[in-house]
C-alpha cells in the first residue's frame, strides 16, 4: 500500500514537471551532470581547506593578533619565518619533538614487528590475543591521557609500584611526570602502547602478502629459518615497515593531544613539543602571525614527509 | 658532422635518462628528507634556519616533476 502511495506521488511529481526544465535537465551532457555533482564538494573543500590555508599564509606575513581584531594589520614581509628560525628556544622545541618522535617510532616498529612475526605464526587462540593486543589503539586519545595520569600517580600509580617491585625501589621515590629526565619518556611509552599495534597490523598485512611458495622454495634449498627471515620475510615486508615508519613519523611529528594531557609540556619546556610550542603561541600570547608562520613551517614539513609517504604507498600498490 | 651527430644523440640519452620522473623524483625526496632532518638536529643553529627553505624547495620540486613523463 505504501509503496503503491509511494509510486503515485512519484508519477504526480513527475507529471507536475513543466516540459520545458524536463527537457533542459535531459538536454545536459555527462561532462556537465559531473560537474553539476562535484561542485558542492569542490565548493566545500575550497572553504574549509584551501581557503584556511591561503589565509594563514596571508597572516603569516602579518603582525595580526585574533584578540585585537580591529587593530591595524601591517604587512611584516617574512619577519616571522626569521624570528622562528633563528630562535633558540624553537629550536629546543624542535629538538624535543625529535626525541620524541625517534624514540617512538623505533621502538613501535621494533616490537610491532615482533608481534605481527609473532601473530602470524598462527597459534592456538592467536585471534584473541590479537583482539586483545588491538584494544589501546580503539581508545581516545583523551582517555588515554587521563588514566595514564592516574597510572603515573607517585602515590596511588599502578605504574610506580610495578617499576617498584621489578627494582626494589620505592614508588615513591619518583614521578614520570614531574621528573626533567623521565618525563620525555613518560610520554615516550604512552604512544608505544597506544600506537604499536597499528605498527603490528601494517606489518602483518606486509607478512600475509609473502606467498607460500618462496618459504616452501627456500626449504627445498635447505635455507634455515635465520637465512628465510633475512632473505625473504624482511625484504618482503620492508616497503610496509617503512609505510608504518612514516606514517608513525608523520603522526607523532604533529602529536598534540595526548602530550598536552600528560604534561601540557612541563616540567619546564622539557616535553614542549613543536604543537604545544604553536599552540601557546596563538592562544596564550596571542601571537596570530607568528603563530601562523611556525603553523606554515611545521606544514611544509608535515606536506614534504607526506609526499614521501605516497611515494612509499604507490611502491606497495604496485607490489 | 657525424661526430656532432654522435655528440647530439649522447647529450639527448644523457637528458633522457635523467630527466624521467623516478631519479628526479629520487631527488626531491632526498631534499625533503635532509630539509626534516636539518629542522630537527641538535647541532647547528644554521642549519636549523636553512631547513625550511631546504624543505620547501624539496617539496616545490616534488610536486613539479611528479608531473612529468615516466
Redesign the interface.
Known sequence: MNELSASSRIAYRAAMVRPGVARRIRGLSDRTLAWLFITPTIVLLLAINIFPLLWTIYLSFTNYRANRPNAPVIWLGADW?QSI??D?DV?AA??V??HF?IWTVVIETVIGFGLAFLIDKKFRGHGIWTTIILLPMMLSPAVVGNFWTFLYQPQIGLFNYVVAFFTGRDASSFQMLGDVKLSPWAIVIVDVWMWTPYVMLICLAGLRSIPDYIYEAAEVDRASKWRQFWSITLPMALPFIMLAVLFRGIENFKMFDMVNLLTGGGPGSTTEVASITLKRAAFESWRTGYSSAFAI?LF??V???A??YV?ALNKVKSR | MSLDANRSALRRSLADGLLRRGPL?AV??TI??A??VM????FS?TL??W??AT??L??VM??IV?KVRE
Open positions: 619565518y628560525l633563528t633558540p629550536w624542535m629538538q619533538t625529535a618522535v613551517i611544509v614539513s606536506f614534504g614527509l609526499n614521501i611515494k | 623524483e626531491a625526496t625533503i628528507a630539509g626534516v629542522l630537527m638536529q641538535p643553529l636549523y634556519s631547513s625550511f624543505t620547501l624539496g617539496t616534488f610536486t611528479s
